[in-house]
């Protein structure tokens, strides 16, 4: 069972950075494809970025430009970077493990618990 945990959340204001980190516990990290979704409340589960095993980005378009994925298979460890952040960014994100890159949710079975990320205008 792989076992995900998300930190680095809090408040932040429009037009400010911050950086997510998503620690893993399954020793196969690196053969994984990894990603990041975010759930506001009231709302569905929101794919914002994966990255494949090979280091292929994909962003969804509400991100792409302001956001950063990157890995550490070494930790092993997943980054969120955000920057120019927007109140519209405000969600609960959730990093997950699987075998391909995908923006469907249900394409993934292992989930953190998430980090809460707060953006006031």
């Known amino acids: 069972q792989v076992q995900l945990a998300e930190s680095g959340g809090g408040l932040a204001q429009a037009g400010t950075s911050l950086r997510l980190s998503c620690t893993v516990s399954?020793?196969?990290?690196?053969?994984?494809?990894m990603a990041w979704f975010r759930q506001a409340p009231g709302k569905e589960r929101e794919f914002v970025a994966a990255?494949?095993?090979?280091?292929?980005?994909m962003y969804s378009d509400a991100v792409r430009g302001r956001f950063i994925i990157s890995r550490d298979n070494s930790k092993p460890a997943v980054y969120l970077q955000m920057n120019n952040l927007k109140p519209e960014d405000t969600a609960s994100y959730l990093c997950?493990?699987?075998?391909?890159?995908?923006?469907?949710?249900?394409?993934?079975?292992?989930w953190g618990r998430g980090t809460q990320v707060t953006v006031s205008s």
């Open positions: 399954n020793q196969t990290f690196s053969k994984a494809a």
């Open positions: 997950t493990v699987g075998q391909f890159a995908s923006r469907w949710s249900r394409h993934y079975a292992n």
């Open positions: 990255q494949t095993r090979d280091n292929i980005t």
